[in-house]
């Protein structure tokens, strides 16, 4: 009796350490933060000298047309930067998934740029964007054409530049990924039914590869909601509002306007926001499983 | 449909040559059967009928218009996989005249089409499945059914029935045979299965190692193999082989060997006589061992039973001849005792002798 008990409980025992971590790490915070953002609540104070203020953070930031703006900057940032990046990444597995000399090296250095540090990137194109000595404007005067304000009146186009050129490789190593496991021999039944190459992209890769760029795409997606360092180092968010997305704004509200409970309020919001796409994610998977299963299920009962 | 013909083929990847010139005619509405061990070229030949795979070297010929430039789409052929290669995304009905609206066949013809193809090989009730919802031997049938969908005048099919269990696979082959003969196309079907390649081939070509070994009718490459390779690898139980020596005593032929000591008689003693080398294999089939007490011992066979197999109606006995191991197909009815000595007559017509450095026959 008392040893089938202990068998019972052998396996929670094992993942008792690690789900007391997780507990820690990751649910105190987040309950910390939920709690914070009820509060009116400044960096001197401790939580609990803080004024119990109910919803107000959260109606307040449902009213400011600041926090508008910066939402309508995320979601621009987000739509534009993960349609850019799925068209050009799918795009270049298409093109790269071919057996050619040197297609390694082809590819790994498409590979790079995911590779390299945000900041760093950040500071790159910082120098890169820069109006006088800058690589582009530099590049612009010496073929006559008049330079380019990249970081004053296109600042927002500019970091989503950058943000293609990172982030683009993670969407064409996936992409590739699904390409190479195609069945094969789906593609040479194509062929032999009359498909051009751009008819079996069309019609057999594109479909055939689907739920990967799904998933990969409401990766990105959940990504460019988050995304932080690149845009801190290259506009600080300016100029006005013009590229100051939700992180920014977050991370300026708690420590230059000093007002805690509005910044965790505003967390929140985020987190809500990339739950649903979270959830999305999910609910598409389950369903890709369930019909899965269905169809395995029809099969079995007939056979 | 039309005629193909495959002048000195080739395949070479990198420096590895793995064609080595294949010749090959391939006659109107011809049923013909590529067969060897894996490996052997089979399928690359195909394959290069195909167009999916360039051609190193010679020429393939369809109609005696060459064809090896040519994109597979524009060599008017259909073509049945091993792992079938459905479209996963497409239903059934997609599946099969997914070549029908590449072309921009107007719309009551595709679905025509589809009606009767589905209709001949008994899919009309799962048109709207996808690939995933059927069992293995329905997938099979759509991709029959997308090739015949083509209306092309060549067939390939790359080992379509392997992946199908023993059951499914006799049934499908006979379907087979019974499509082969409704449709007159020019088929060229591929397989390792030396059973499938007797009962549908018009004409068997037999390839080993990138080479042609030899072609010709199911009775033919039975009764008359050029060479050792070809006499062991058609037939089921194989052929036995055993090592002897030809001698002449008083004036007939003789081969003899450990264990046994055997008269030649007829059109082979007259080869065996005119040939240089006295170093031979003979082969002799299972079913041309005959159980019989009091047979001449001169054209028998003294063999010690150690197994028998029985598979029904016929039993097959696996048995000592010296130091080599001999099957023999008996009827299951012949009472025959394991440990026991026993004596079985040859048929002379059976007798195959090889020389026993080039392999080939007599």
């Given at each position: 009796m008392?040893?089938?008990m202990?068998?019972?409980?052998?396996?929670?025992?094992?993942?008792?350490?690690?789900?007391?971590?997780?507990?820690?790490?990751?649910?105190?915070?987040?309950?910390?933060?939920?709690?914070?953002?009820?509060?009116?609540?400044?960096?001197?104070q401790?939580?609990?000298?803080?004024?119990?203020?109910?919803?107000?953070?959260?109606?307040?930031?449902?009213?400011?047309?600041n926090?508008?703006?910066?939402?309508?900057?995320?979601?621009?940032?987000?739509f534009?930067?993960?349609?850019?990046?799925?068209v050009?990444?799918?795009?270049?597995?298409?093109?790269?998934d071919?057996?050619?000399?040197?297609?390694?090296?082809?590819?790994t250095?498409?590979?790079?740029p995911m590779?390299?540090?945000p900041?760093?990137?950040?500071?790159?194109?910082?120098?890169?964007?820069?109006?006088?000595?800058?690589?582009?404007?530099?590049?612009l005067d010496?073929?006559?054409?008049?330079?380019?304000?990249?970081l004053g009146?296109?600042?927002?186009?500019?970091?989503?530049?950058a943000?293609?050129?990172?982030?683009?490789?993670?969407?064409f190593?996936?992409?590739?990924?699904?390409l190479q496991?195609?069945?094969?021999?789906?593609?040479?039944?194509?062929?032999i039914?009359?498909?051009?190459?751009?008819?079996?992209?069309?019609?057999?890769?594109?479909?055939?590869?689907?739920?990967?760029l799904?998933?990969?795409?409401?990766?990105?997606?959940?990504?460019?909601f988050?995304?932080?360092e690149?845009?801190?180092?290259?506009?600080?968010?300016?100029?006005?509002?013009?590229?100051?997305?939700?992180?920014?704004?977050?991370?300026?509200?708690?420590?230059?306007?000093?007002?805690?409970?509005?910044?965790?309020?505003?967390?929140n919001?985020?987190?809500?926001l990339?739950?649903?796409?979270?959830?999305?994610m999910?609910?598409?998977?389950?369903?890709?499983e369930?019909?899965?299963?269905?169809?395995?299920?029809l099969?079995?009962?007939?056979? | 449909?039309?005629?193909?013909?495959?002048?000195?083929?080739?395949?070479?990847?990198?420096n590895?040559?793995?064609?080595?010139g294949?010749?090959?005619?391939?006659?109107?509405?011809?049923f013909?059967?590529?067969?060897?061990?894996?490996?052997?070229?089979?399928?690359?030949t195909?394959?290069?009928i195909?167009?999916?795979?360039?051609?190193?070297?010679?020429?393939?010929?369809?109609?005696?218009?060459?064809?090896?430039?040519l994109?597979?789409?524009?060599?008017?052929?259909?073509?049945?996989?091993?792992?079938?290669?459905?479209?996963?995304?497409?239903?059934?009905a997609?599946?099969i005249?997914?070549?029908?609206?590449?072309?921009?066949?107007?719309?009551?013809?595709?679905?025509?089409?589809?009606?009767?193809?589905?209709?001949?090989?008994?899919?009309?009730?799962?048109?709207?499945?996808k690939?995933?919802a059927l069992?293995?031997?329905?997938?099979?049938?759509?991709?029959?059914a997308?090739?015949?969908?083509?209306?092309?005048?060549?067939?390939?099919?790359?080992?379509?029935?392997?992946?199908?269990d023993?059951?499914?696979r006799?049934?499908?082959r006979?379907?087979?045979?019974?499509?082969?003969?409704?449709?007159?196309?020019?088929?060229?079907y591929?397989?390792?299965d030396?059973?499938?390649?007797?009962?549908?081939?018009?004409?068997?070509?037999?390839?080993?190692?990138?080479y042609?070994?030899?072609?010709?009718?199911?009775?033919e490459?039975?009764?008359r193999?050029?060479?050792?390779?070809?006499?062991?690898f058609?037939?089921?139980p194989?052929?036995?082989?055993?090592?002897?020596?030809?001698?002449?005593r008083a004036?007939?032929?003789w081969?003899t060997?450990?264990?046994?000591?055997?008269?030649?008689?007829?059109?082979?003693?007259?080869?065996?006589?005119?040939?240089?080398?006295?170093?031979?294999?003979?082969g002799i089939r299972?079913?041309?061992?005959?159980?019989a007490?009091?047979?001449?011992p001169?054209?028998?066979?003294?063999?010690?039973?150690?197994?028998?197999?029985?598979i029904?109606?016929?039993?097959v006995?696996?048995?000592?001849?010296?130091?080599?191991?001999?099957?023999v197909?008996?009827?299951?009815?012949?009472?025959?005792?394991l440990?026991?000595?026993?004596?079985?007559?040859?048929?002379?017509?059976?007798?195959?002798?090889?020389?026993?450095?080039?392999?080939?026959?007599?």
């Amino acid at each position: 009796m008392r040893t089938a008990m202990a068998n019972r409980l052998t396996p929670y025992m094992f993942m008792a350490p690690a789900a007391i971590i997780m507990a820690i790490a990751l649910m105190y915070p987040l309950g910390y933060m939920v709690w914070g953002s009820f509060r009116d609540w400044n960096p001197s104070q401790t939580i609990g000298e803080a004024e119990f203020v109910g919803l107000k953070n959260y109606i307040f930031l449902w009213n400011d047309p600041n926090f508008h703006e910066s939402l309508i900057v995320t979601l621009k940032f987000a739509f534009f930067v993960v349609t850019i990046e799925m068209v050009i990444g799918v795009g270049l597995a298409l093109l790269l998934d071919r057996e050619i000399r040197g297609i390694s090296v082809l590819r790994t250095m498409f590979i790079l740029p995911m590779m390299i540090a945000p900041v760093v990137v950040g500071l790159m194109w910082r120098y890169m964007y820069h109006p006088t000595v800058g690589t582009f404007n530099r590049f612009l005067d010496s073929i006559g054409l008049p330079r380019v304000d990249w970081l004053g009146d296109h600042a927002l186009t500019s970091v989503i530049i950058a943000d293609i050129w990172q982030w683009t490789p993670f969407i064409f190593i996936l992409s590739l990924a699904a390409l190479q496991s195609l069945p094969r021999s789906a593609l040479e039944a194509a062929r032999i039914d009359g498909a051009t190459a751009w008819q079996q992209i069309i019609h057999i890769k594109l479909p055939l590869m689907m739920p990967v760029l799904i998933v990969t795409a409401l990766l990105r997606l959940i990504d460019a909601f988050k995304v932080l360092e690149v845009i801190l180092v290259m506009t600080e968010g300016g100029p006005g509002l013009s590229t100051e997305i939700l992180a920014l704004r977050i991370s300026r509200t708690a420590t230059e306007f000093r007002e805690l409970g509005v910044a965790a309020a505003m967390s929140n919001y985020l987190l809500i926001l990339l739950l649903l796409l979270t959830v999305g994610m999910f609910a598409f998977n389950r369903w890709q499983e369930a019909r899965a299963a269905r169809l395995n299920a029809l099969v079995e009962e007939e056979s | 449909m039309p005629t193909i013909r495959l002048d000195n083929l080739v395949k070479r990847y990198g420096n590895v040559e793995v064609l080595h010139g294949i010749e090959l005619e391939m006659a109107e509405n011809e049923f013909t059967v590529l067969v060897g061990p894996s490996g052997c070229g089979k399928s690359t030949t195909l394959r290069m009928i195909a167009g999916l795979e360039d051609v190193s070297d010679g020429e393939i010929y369809v109609d005696n218009k060459p064809v090896s430039h040519l994109e597979p789409k524009e060599r008017d052929l259909a073509m049945v996989f091993q792992d079938y290669a459905l479209y996963p995304h497409m239903n059934v009905a997609q599946n099969i005249s997914f070549a029908l609206r590449l072309a921009r066949r107007p719309k009551s013809e595709i679905n025509a089409k589809v009606k009767e193809v589905a209709e001949m090989v008994g899919l009309t009730d799962f048109l709207g499945r996808k690939p995933g919802a059927l069992s293995g031997g329905q997938r099979q049938r759509v991709a029959m059914a997308r090739a015949l969908a083509k209306d092309s005048g060549i067939f390939l099919f790359d080992e379509p029935l392997s992946n199908l269990d023993a059951k499914l696979r006799g049934q499908m082959r006979a379907e087979l045979a019974l499509m082969s003969q409704r449709v007159q196309k020019n088929m060229i079907y591929v397989t390792h299965d030396q059973i499938e390649a007797m009962t549908l081939a018009d004409r068997i070509v037999v390839m080993h190692g990138g080479y042609i070994q030899q072609q010709g009718t199911p009775e033919e490459l039975f009764k008359r193999p050029v060479n050792k390779f070809v006499a062991g690898f058609m037939g089921m139980p194989p052929m036995n082989f055993l090592d002897g020596a030809l001698e002449e005593r008083a004036g007939e032929m003789w081969v003899t060997g450990d264990g046994f000591d055997l008269r030649l008689s007829g059109e082979i003693a007259a080869k065996a006589k005119a040939h240089s080398s006295r170093e031979v294999t003979l082969g002799i089939r299972p079913s041309d061992l005959n159980f019989a007490e009091d047979a001449d011992p001169a054209t028998a066979l003294t063999l010690d039973v150690q197994v028998s197999e029985y598979i029904g109606a016929q039993s097959v006995l696996l048995c000592k001849c010296g130091p080599a191991q001999v099957m023999v197909e008996v009827n299951s009815e012949t009472p025959v005792a394991l440990g026991q000595t026993l004596t079985f007559a040859v048929n002379q017509r059976g007798v195959h002798l090889f020389d026993r450095t080039s392999e080939n026959a007599l």
